[in-house]
């Protein structure tokens, strides 16, 4: 089968960063699900990975952590699916991933896809919805359709959790939501998606949330440079406030929390893969539900940009697009 993949960690700009090849098709177990991958997104997390993660000796490593596609087999164990279907995931970092025609995952990881869009639109949102749908409901434990005179800030809104993250609190809850962006066409953006104020992340906050008139957010989501923002969230964030956070600061002195007592919660929406949870199924549960609000109309698909068909020369672009930090919504690549 077409596969990308890599043997040594390099520079995006260097050919061999990832590479076209073919590889043996993958092979199903009890409860996996055998999937045609017909579009996939890039996230930085792919993108870490590449940059950081040597495989073993004479290994190749298949990267990709978002896919569209249709069941072609199912495991002798599986209940979930039957071949035919149309489905979307996340996978897991244990595993080889979506990067190539034929991908093998775990029926709890998977949902049904969305009818009412396309295998690009839907490749879109799989790791971000599940970011995104975990920090609100399981990490700051947030309570459907309540919430009502409180607020929430989302700093870097426009990136793909953020994208879905002002989605769903704006559609799911009563929220009132604040986003933060810095350019004109990332603060339309994030307005489009739902958010009733948006700030200007490359001011102080604490002064933008002032000067706009808003109070003190009860729920702070810092999604990048979370070390750079700190000290502001903890200036601005309301006693007994909750800040999330799924970024990798190389540093974080939270004490500057403790006066507020506020409390701090860690996202990564591989835990339930990589520890084999007792709730892994949560995440089949959540993608086939946001699925029905996608054709419900009450979500609607992140999609940035469509670099064209998947290969290690648009892979490529996509990791260096990633890699500067200036992407809105997300990068998706279709068919091999």
Known sequence: MKAIAYQQPLSIQDPLSLQDMDLPEPTVGPRDVLVEVKAVSVNPVDAKIRASAQPAPGQWRVLGWDASGIVKAVGADV???????RVWYAGDLRRPGSNSELQVVDERLVGHAPESLNFAQAAAMPLTTITAWEMLFDRLQLQRAGHHGESLLVVGAAGGVGSMLVQLARQLTGLNVIATASRPETTQWVQSLGAHHVLDHRKPLAQELQQQGLPAPKYVVSLTHSEQHMPQIAQLIAPQGRWGLIDDPASLDIRPFKSKSVSVHWELMFTRSMFSTEDMQAQHALLTEVGKLVDAGSLQTTMGEHLGRI?????????????????????????F
């Not at 890699?323 to 990068?331: D, F, I, N, Q, V």
């Open 79 to 85: 209940r979930l699916f039957k071949p035919g279907d």
């Open 311 to 335: 290969d290690a020369a648009n892979l490529r672009r996509a990791h260096s697009l990633i890699e500067s930090e200036h992407t809105r919504g997300k990068l998706v690549l279709e068919n």
